[in-house]
């Protein structure tokens, strides 16, 4: 017996016996089908005689088949390997296993692991292969086990010209009891991987090892004395540089190799051997596509069109900046004229606390219950009209989550819905041990919305569309959350909580985009989400980076949210963005530990300018970080880089468009385009704007220049108008507050009008 510790400063998250068989016995029978379509021919299978090599035409694709190797090439570049089963050890295993788990944090989401493997079946070797017409063969093998027999099938399925499907399934007399499947393909030893979700730590994983798993990001992430003191005060909600909110089974690696998982059960993606990557899936059956693309973009069309594409944004998002306020109405109004004053191009305010505060120990938190609180914004629909006279629109907030509400007995005219005692009343909470779960966040004691449930869903759907577009007439949302679903909870007619947990996201935001389309105005709406799976640009029309200190450092500060840029650019997440300045704070007896600088808010407005939404946020504790308005230098600063943004807004609505129809992200790691270069895979902190402009913002406390990797080309600074010539350099700019690192391609159309905007706006 083997029993594996997942560690969680590697790779956190709570493994979990899979236990979904009607799904697994359906998987089968796809993969099944190719072999009985077979045997039921004319054409027997084909045993694989030792030391020869068979290659198999299966669409635009050649399958290379001997007794110990498999090999994926396509026609457009046949003499390039897509992928290659190892031969230095067993390519695949088969095993039974049984997970202990642990969910924990404050906020709870966040996982550990202790995976016990009872029985693993190795394999090294091919017996036979069958072919099918033009789109499918069927790979087998097996062997003895005890008083048994247990084999595999692998079924290659061109599901498309460039796509090659992959399902692996156990056969034979224990093959109902496998939950586990360990597959082993080469790479090359300095050989880059890209994606994995929105990754915020690293952009190359190799000698990582990825959990795939939707959690709380964590808070340090392994920041030296924070991660340590917040796992110890915060039952482990410390985290590390491997864990997301929106994690992707899906990579593209410097050799232009791409493969992706279908299945939504926990994977782990191993890159730490130098000839070879580990998967192990805790599933009994295993999904995947290998990808076929000439470059990396063409890679990430191929997979967007599998996990869907983001929809464009409204235009009117594109012209200025989102602008977090709270505390009602009197600091509400206050803060507008200021943003007036300033001349600040708005797009909306975004209003966290619309429905209302509740006390809590931890002071006063957001009451979720979603519906409008006429004691704290009385003149709601008047600042609503304001906003309008000023070309702007009322953002708010919502989560998965319901509190129950307190109401004095002697008002019950006045008292809201308790969307919490509804919810619970009809069964559409998620239950835990056969009581409602309780979900725990700082002071709150929230119910769950069990999302697995049809009615549950146009429920909380009717609620936003009733509550949020209707009374308050609010034209997008934080979608927050989504990450707390426990792997022991009991969903609606006993769903599988293993398959939903990493889903869950995907079907809280799909619940908000019908919300929207239903209103027949889709395309006067726009939500963001932090929470996310493969699907999830299918329905969000936007995704934020989470919740990240307000910090300069790479492991949960400003960094990580370039990194996660770039990585979510990778996987599908077109068009994200970070909060403006950072989230945590933390004071000790009211004096501030983590509390963002005025340079720091400023600089993280330099870089946001240049991402696909420009939106500020007050952070945990707004009283000891600096604001927008901290004073008249803050509120410049705004002003100026909203202006910036604005500038930009034809040249986004391109980019935006662009993913719409294929894909590709705003923000792109400079390995997009190029590719051959090598010098790109270890970089981190900067990025392009599409394929015009070259993004270097500063990120590190005092600095006034920054370090700029320039790839080949003529590349003209934006603010001085110095033009490099480069084949690939490391050049030192001056960067002082309100210059960050920015260049465009010399001839730039794109570049050559921002240049234009900026000098009428008397900005440069």
Request: aromatic share 10%.
């Amino acid at each position: 017996m083997e029993s594996i510790s997942e560690d969680p400063r590697a790779h956190p998250g709570r493994s979990f016996l899979v236990s979904d068989v009607s799904r697994r016995h359906a998987i089968k029978a796809i993969a099944g089908a190719v072999g009985a379509i077979t045997l039921g021919s004319t054409a027997a299978a084909t045993a694989v005689p030792a030391d020869a090599l068979r290659t198999f035409e299966i669409g635009e694709f050649h399958v290379d088949v001997s007794r110990k190797q498999i090999s994926v090439r396509h026609k457009g570049t046949p003499g390039r390997s897509l992928w290659q089963s190892t031969t230095s050890q067993p390519f695949l295993a088969i095993g039974i296993g049984n997970a202990d788990f642990r969910e924990h944090g404050n906020p709870l989401g966040s996982f550990d692991i202790t995976d016990t493997i009872s029985s693993r079946y190795l394999f090294s070797e091919i017996d036979t292969v069958e072919q099918v017409g033009d789109s499918s063969i069927a790979v087998r093998g097996a062997r003895a086990a005890a008083n048994s027999t247990i084999g595999f099938c692998i079924a290659f399925n061109a599901v498309s010209e460039n796509q090659l499907q992959f399902i692996i399934t156990p056969e034979g007399d224990v093959a109902d009891s496998c939950n586990r499947i360990f597959l082993n393909y080469a790479c090359s030893a300095d050989e880059a991987f890209f994606g994995f979700g929105q990754q915020l730590t690293y952009f190359n994983q190799k000698g990582n090892v990825i959990p795939i798993i939707v959690q709380e990001h964590g808070i340090g992430r392994g920041l030296p004395l924070v991660t340590q003191l917040v796992d110890l005060l915060y039952d482990g909600a410390g985290g590390n540089s491997f864990i997301t909110e929106a994690p992707v089974p899906q990579y593209i690696t410097s050799e232009l190799r791409s493969l992706f998982l279908e299945n939504k059960e926990y994977s782990i993606f191993d890159m730490r051997a130098a000839d070879h990557v580990a998967v192990k899936l805790f599933s009994g059956s295993m999904t995947g596509r290998i990808i076929f693309g000439s470059t990396p973009l063409d890679l990430i069309q191929e997979y967007t069109s599998y996990c869907g594409r983001v929809r464009a944004l409204p235009a009117w998002a594109h012209e200025g900046v989102i602008v977090a306020t709270e505390g009602g109405s009197g600091a509400v109004n206050a803060l507008l004229a200021k943003l007036t004053d300033a001349g600040v191009p708005l797009v909306g305010l975004w209003i966290q606390d619309w429905s209302g505060t509740k006390s809590t120990p931890a002071g006063h938190q957001v009451l979720w219950n979603w519906q409008l609180s006429s004691e704290l914004y009385p003149d709601w629909d008047q600042i609503v009209e304001k906003l309008a006279g000023l070309g702007a629109r009322m953002f708010i907030y919502i989560n998965p989550f319901l509190v129950p509400v307190s109401c004095d007995s002697t008002k019950r005219d006045d008292c809201p819905r308790d969307l919490y005692q509804e919810a619970l009343g009809k069964g559409y909470l998620v239950k835990q041990h056969g009581e409602a779960f309780t979900y725990i966040n700082s002071s709150i004691r929230a119910g769950m919305i069990d999302l697995s449930n049809p009615d549950a869903r146009l429920w909380i759907k009717q609620v936003i569309k009733d509550e949020m577009i209707g009374k308050a007439r609010a034209s997008g949302w934080m979608g927050d959350f989504g990450e707390a679903l426990p792997f022991d909870a009991d969903l609606h007619q006993g769903a599988d909580p293993h398959f939903w947990h990493n889903h869950y996201p995907e079907a809280w935001a799909r619940v908000q985009r019908e919300a929207i389309d239903e209103t027949g105005r889709a395309d006067d709406f726009m939500f963001w989400n932090r929470s996310g799976f493969s699907r999830s640009p299918t329905y969000s029309t936007a995704g934020w980076l989470g919740d990240q200190l307000q910090t300069w450092d790479e492991f949960d500060g400003i960094k990580t949210a370039v990194v996660g840029l770039l990585s979510g650019g990778i996987s599908g997440f077109s068009i994200l963005h970070s909060d403006i300045g950072g989230f945590v704070a933390a004071e000790l007896k009211d004096y501030p530990v983590i509390a963002r600088s005025k340079e720091l808010l400023m600089r993280w407005m330099e870089l946001n300018a240049f991402t696909a939404l420009f939106r500020t946020h007050e952070g945990l504790i707004p009283s000891i970080s600096a604001q927008i308005d901290t004073d008249a230098e803050t509120l410049s600063h705004l002003a100026r880089f909203a202006l910036v943004y604005k500038s930009l807004a034809l040249y986004r609505q391109m980019l935006v468009e662009e993913a719409s129809k294929l894909g590709h992200p705003l923000a792109r790691h400079l390995f997009l385009h190029y590719p051959d270069d090598p010098n790109v895979h270890e970089l981190r902190y900067q990025y392009l704007l599409g394929p015009d402009f070259l993004i270097a913002p500063v990120l590190d406390e005092g600095a006034d220049s920054v370090s700029v990797y320039l790839p080949a080309g003529n590349w003209i600074h934006l603010w001085s108008g110095a033009n490099y010539s480069s084949n690939g350099k490391r050049i030192q700019i001056a960067a002082p507050l309100g210059q960050p690192g920015v260049f465009f391609k010399e001839g730039s159309d794109a570049g050559a009008e921002l240049v234009r905007k900026l000098r009428e706006l008397k900005i440069l």
